[in-house]
């Protein structure tokens, strides 16, 4: 067994062993005791202990107890001893002897050294609870007093050898009765020592002083003995003031898996889930054979089942360990990670830099900027203001300032005035025109400092209104938003990219003046605007050693003041080794500082070392994804789940294709938020593979939570590339491989199933590349063949040059492309129709060739007559992927006016095809509104009569209600309305009881 890096920081060092000695701070510890000798001055009385000291010593220790405590002229062990013991040593200060012995070593190992140290803490001993000093008096045996000893076994660790033989020599003659114990603790590599002291503890009933042991037994023997001997003192934390599992990192340091048996005596005894955990973790360090039988044996026992799960993928990882020695030189990062060798932080530099006024410019286009100056009314202020005065806070609606006549008092009392004057409702609302968006409308800039004041109430409404204004005041605002506030991330991002040159105006003072969080913010975006091709433009504003101190910064030391600890169930044993680039094996170590950096890191703000790791991709994602198979394997830990996250920065395609299946099934397993999750790792891996898994849950997926989260990442693509969700759509249908198997000749057939003559003695990667390509296809088949049909009834149109690129060209889109009837359209209006022939040109319904201008839409039936078509499509044995052609249409009943159509009111289907209609087009509305069915022009409205959410009903009956519309339905689209009552009589056709 060799130790992990998280188990040799929970190690007490000794002599010779893998840990330094520890160091202490000096100044701390002083002022502690300080505080504690104010409080412990008469306990027990100066007199009583003066005169237990020798007469020569009494003077000494009266100039202890009354001067200044780290001030030590002439060490007297004796006096000292005398001195702790007034200050709450031994045995009398129960919660905090521990930390009063343990400072006071420290100070004394400054003072006069190690061995001075060992020999005033053995003097001390000899104290009773009353201030007595008799080695024969009995003592407290029950409370173990620790403290002091662990902190001189540390400094022991690394004194030199002849005060360390000075100090054993004076622990020989010295230690007496249970204290030799103690002592035995302090020097564990003495085996004598050790011995004598593990025998006395076994032979008493009780000896809570002998816990420390636990850390000094040489053999496994003797741990199992100990453990054995000291389990019940496991639920007695609170009485001791200290832990016994503290003790046990050392002696699997020092024994391996020899302490394999004490643990799992102490795993069997323990209680307390936190306890189980911590000992299943222990036993997860090791390599006995017993450890995995062991955990599986207590699968059921909920503390301990996590760890069994992640102890399991042992089996089904061990055949991709990473090897014990290294085949090369690993990558500096991951062998000299920066956590290992901190900077020291250097002292900012500070320069005066004075720059232009830039113009403040709200950024309205002219059509909404007109649009919300005509829905703001005129009116006279007299009202108003006589109301100021006389109504309490949460009264007054900002936007009523705006339709002031009294201008200049309309905009002093919004700057002047608290956010608890306004009222709240009205500052969040954001309906069609928000608070902000009217007084920038009406005041400009003016009104920036009552927009900041109200900051706080109504962040997502001001901040959505603050990204149109291009000033230098509000870049402060900004940079703090970008840097603690994650959901305005990416709105504070865009407005740095799109005002940089305000931007720099407003940081750079900040960011060059005094220490403080504002300097902070202003540095992290001013270094973030400089990775994005500012650098120029900041050196031209502020040349100076001060900018180039903040630019040259370098990100791998933005560390966490504690890095964590990695769990029990990480394993880099197990995992799948990367390579580096030069082919190099990473070794257990560099795959641990792997995981260190995906767990200091977020989606938001991921580690700069992670993308600087100088491994191959492919090995990277495979190690990716064995990690994220072991924290599935613990039951996926939600505090630890940087083991999914690492999919985001390392998964790449393949763990896009394995993960979006899992995400489709994890809301039916309670596991929604593990699949809101796996969502964004989608969207930050954001490949067109990625994005296309994404945007597939987008259109169809059980969850509606799920598919609306997916949606809003999708909107947030197509706005980034300024495309519509339909281009956008588009653009990330999948290119399916089949160069391959092109020679088995691969086609497609009218459902995108893929068809090829692949005989069985073909190579093994040929078969697997077909079934890859049969599951590549499922998944992209529903999505394109709902996709085209929901274009075919929401009339969505293309333009000739995009109907080319990215349908026709499209090597898997052009298999349903061929299938169906194109029409050229102007204003809407159908003027000729075509189909794509086998070469890629253009056909009309005489089988000529046509040109194509212009703009391409579906045919519908309603649009014009297909019938000339069926026979055209019957003679090239054409199938259609969908009805088309042969497309039922329905119309309203003659002269029918209104709303509502209730023809299938009240009629009781089983909810499953209710479900159904989702794939026909339907979204989920809320939960009093059934089904919504969004169409281009106008909207339908499907209740159903019980009223409950349909994720709900999926197993039950529900009655139909009405059908209503957003207009009069003789004013809405033909084929929306058609549509609309297709998918109705679909139902009909399921029902069950008819009203």
């Known amino acids: 067994m060799e130790p992990s890096v998280s188990l040799l920081k929970k190690v007490l060092a000794w002599r010779g062993g893998p840990v330094p000695a520890p160091s202490y701070d000096l100044k701390k510890a002083v002022s502690r005791l300080h505080q504690v000798r104010a409080l412990e001055a008469l306990k027990p009385g100066f007199a009583q ?24 002229e002439s060490f007297v062990p004796e006096v000292e001893a005398a001195l702790l013991c007034m200050m709450g040593g031994n045995d009398r200060a129960w919660d905090r002897a521990h930390e009063i012995g343990a400072d006071m070593v420290y100070l004394w190992c400054a003072r006069a050294g190690v061995v001075g140290a060992t020999h005033a803490l053995l003097l001390n001993m000899e104290y009773t609870e009353g201030g007595e000093r008799s080695r024969d008096a009995a003592f407290n045996s029950f409370f173990p007093y620790i403290g002091p000893w662990k902190a001189l076994r540390g400094q022991l660790a690394g004194a030199s050898q ?13 230690a007496w009765g249970q204290v030799a114990w103690l002592a035995a603790f302090a020097f564990p590599t003495e085996e004598d020592l050790v011995d004598q ?47 016994l599992t503290d003790y046990l990192p050392s002696s699997m340091a020092r024994l391996g898996d020899e302490s394999f048996e004490g643990l799992r005596v102490l795993g069997e005894s323990a209680e307390k889930a936190g306890h189980k955990r911590l000992l299943g973790e222990l ?113 007054f609606f ?134 994005r091709g500012q650098r120029e433009l900041l050196y031209k504003l502020a040349p100076g050693p001060a900018l180039e101190q903040i630019l040259s910064y370098d990100p791998l030391q933005e560390l966490p003041a504690r890095m964590p600890a990695l769990p029990a169930w990480f394993r880099p044993d197990l995992a799948r080794a990367p390579q ?30 992670l993308f600087q790791t100088e491994c191959e991709p492919s090995s990277l994602a495979a190690f990716a994804w064995s990690v994220f198979e072991q924290w599935l394997q613990a039951g996926g830990p939600p505090k630890e789940d940087w083991g999914f996250r690492i999919l985001a920065y390392w998964g790449g395609d393949e763990a896009a294709r394995r993960l979006a299946p899992e995400l489709r099934k994890w809301p039916n397993q309670g596991l929604s938020a593990r699949a809101a999750v796996g969502l964004d790792i989608l969207r930050y891996l954001g490949s067109d593979v990625a994005l296309t898994h994404l945007h597939g849950i987008a259109l169809k997926v059980r969850s509606k939570a799920l598919q609306d989260k997916a949606l809003e990442h999708i909107q947030e693509v197509a706005e980034e590339r300024g495309l519509s969700l339909d281009e956008l759509g588009d653009r990330l249908v999948p290119y399916l491989e089949t160069e391959s198997l092109a020679a088995y000749g691969v086609s497609f057939d009218e459902l995108l199933t893929p068809v090829a003559n692949i005989p069985k003695s073909a190579p093994a990667e040929v078969q697997e590349a077909w079934k890859a390509l049969k599951k590549d296809a499922k998944t992209v088949v529903s999505v394109q063949l709902a996709r085209l049909e929901l274009a075919l009834t ?61 703009t391409v839409g579906l045919v519908h039936p309603l649009d014009g007559s297909l019938a000339e078509w069926r026979q055209i499509l019957a003679d090239y044995r054409i199938l259609q992927p969908f009805a088309q052609v042969d497309r039922s249409v329905h119309h309203l009943p003659g002269g029918f006016e209104g709303r509502e159509l209730d023809l299938y009111e009240g ?80 139902l009909s056709e399921k029902k069950l009881i008819s009203a």
């Open 398 to 531: 900002p936007e009523e300032l705006c339709e002031l006549d009294d201008r200049a008092w309309a905009l002093k009392v919004w700057n002047e005035s608290p956010a608890r004057r306004w009222n709240p409702y009205s500052l969040r609302n954001n309906y069609f025109i928000s608070v902000a968006e009217r007084i920038l409308a009406c005041f400009g800039t003016q009104g920036l400092p009552g927009l900041l004041t109200c900051l706080s109430v109504a962040p997502d409404v001001i901040y959505a209104a603050l990204s149109l204004v291009e000033s230098a005041r509000l870049a402060p605002v900004w940079a703090e938003a970008w840097a603690t506030k994650k959901k305005f991330r990416k709105l504070a991002s865009g407005w740095f990219l799109r005002y940089p040159v305000a931007a720099a105006h407003g940081l750079l003072p900040l960011a060059l003046g005094p220490a403080g969080k504002p300097r902070g913010y202003a540095e992290a975006a001013l270094r973030w605007l400089a990775a």
């Open 580 to 609: 580096t680039l030069k082919g190099v094996t990473l070794t257990c170590a560099s795959m641990s500082n792997l995981a260190f950096m995906a767990a200091i890191s977020s989606l938001d703000a991921p580690y700069p070392g």
């Open 162 to 174: 002849s005060d360390y033989d000075q100090a054993l020599g004076l622990a020989r003659r010295l």
């Open 49 to 72: 202990l003066k005169a237990q000291v020798e007469p020569q010593h009494q003077s000494l220790l009266a100039q202890r107890v009354g001067g200044s405590i780290d001030q030590i």
């Open 283 to 395: 036993l997860c360090e090791l390599s006995h054979p017993g450890v995995g039988p062991w955990l599986q044996a207590r699968i059921k026992d909920k503390a301990y089942a996590p760890i069994a799960h992640a102890y399991a993928a042992k089996s089904t990882l061990s055949s991709q360990s990473a090897p014990a020695e290294p085949a090369g030189e690993q990558p500096t990062l991951l062998s000299r990670p920066p956590w290992d060798h901190r900077l020291p932080k250097t002292r900012p530099l500070i320069e005066t830099v004075t720059l232009p006024e830039l113009p403040e410019v709200v950024h309205f286009s002219p059509a909404r900027l007109q649009f919300i100056l005509e829905h703001t009314k005129q009116r006279k202020s007299t009202k108003y203001r006589e109301l100021w005065d006389e109504l309490p806070n949460d009264s």
């Open 794 to 854: 929401s009339r969505r149109r293309w333009s000739s040059e995009d109907f080319r690129e990215l349908l026709v060209n499209h090597p898997l889109l052009i298999h349903l492309v061929r299938r169906l009837v194109w029409g050229i359209y102007e204003d809407d209006r159908l003027i000729s129709s075509f189909r794509v022939a086998e070469d890629g040109t253009y056909a009309n319904a005489a089988d000529q060739l046509v040109e194509v201008a212009g």
């Open 197 to 243: 002291a593990v025998s006395e503890v076994l032979s008493l009933p009780q000896a809570m002083r002998g816990l420390g042991l636990l850390a000094s037994a040489r053999t496994g023997q003797q741990f199992a003995q100990l453990c054995a001997h000291l389990k019940n003192y496991l639920a007695m934390e609170q009485w001791t003031g200290i832990k």
């Open 907 to 986: 009629m009781s289907v089983h909810a499953g095809h209710v479900l159904a209609l989702e794939s026909r087009g339907w979204r989920r509305g809320d939960v009093e509104s059934g089904c919504l069915l969004e169409l281009q022009r106008g909207s339908f409205r499907l209740d159903l009569n019980e009223g409950i959410p349909l994720e709900q009903i999926s197993g039950c009956v529900v009655c139909l209600g009405k059908l209503y519309a957003d207009q009069e339905l003789h004013l809405v689209s033909p084929v929306q309305v058609s549509e609309a009552i297709r998918d109705l009589e679909w």
